[in-house]
């Protein structure tokens, strides 16, 4: 069964302490996995797309990156502004490949 | 751009009324879908449709019906609201291995 496994479920971080958070995946053949982010009230915006292991994405003060099992979140010098949730999801090939499956999150507070 | 758009933002039914909700998109995409987001659970799909003209049931579809009236708009059905179905409600809309575009979301009250 297709699972995604997000860790930990909350973060406290102070302002400037770097961090990872990490999305552990089973699927049968990954086509893409995807981070998002949530702010309270809002819909989950889209952050970065990875399809192969060995790929990273950088924006900002977040690094994403890719492996055969799981992904990473690196949060480098946080900000106040970048508390919110992230999640991860993964989009599988063969049948049901529209399908996407989410994490539950990972809720990130970073205190001034 | 728009993006995704979803109406109504706040509702709340009795048990046993019926409302539809609306969702729309202008990035010409082909997919569409419906989740539902609930504490603790992450969110979990309820239709999708992979292309004009075709749906399909996730992972908690009963309850729920769903119609795609065109490429842009994507709409979704309760027929008889339950307690159960209280939930924020999202609309997403993406191509195939692409990222997905969220709305705002609904938050819906059944009592």
């Known amino acids: 069964e297709d699972q995604v496994t997000q860790s930990p479920e909350a973060l406290r971080l102070q302002e400037g302490e770097s961090s990872s958070l990490n999305c552990s995946y089973t699927?049968?053949?990954?086509?893409?996995l995807f981070w998002y982010r949530q702010d309270p009230g809002k819909g989950p915006e889209f952050l970065f797309t990875l399809y192969s292991a060995g790929e990273e994405k950088e924006k900002e003060r977040l690094k994403a990156t890719l492996t055969k099992k799981e992904s990473f979140l690196h949060i480098t010098a946080p900000k106040p502004e970048d508390s919110a949730t992230y999640l991860c999801a993964v989009q599988a090939r063969g049948s049901g490949t529209y399908k996407y499956i989410f994490g539950t999150g990972t809720r990130l507070k970073v205190l001034a | 751009n728009a993006g995704v758009t979803q109406t109504p933002k706040f509702q709340v039914l009795k048990t046993g009324q019926s409302m539809t909700l609306q969702c729309a998109q202008d990035?010409?995409?082909?997919?569409m879908y419906w989740y539902r987001q609930d504490p603790g659970m992450g969110l979990r799909l309820i239709y999708y449709s992979a292309s004009e003209g075709t749906t399909d049931k996730g992972e908690v579809p009963n309850g729920y019906n769903v119609s795609r009236l065109n490429k842009r708009e994507f709409s979704l059905r309760l027929e008889s609201a339950a307690p159960s179905q209280t939930s924020v409600y999202f609309c997403?809309?993406?191509?195939?291995?692409?990222?997905?575009?969220f709305g705002p979301g609904t938050r819906l009250t059944v009592t």
């Open positions: 990035m010409n995409h082909n997919s």
């Open positions: 699927v049968s053949g990954l086509r893409g």
């Open positions: 997403a809309s993406s191509d195939l291995g692409h990222e997905q575009y």
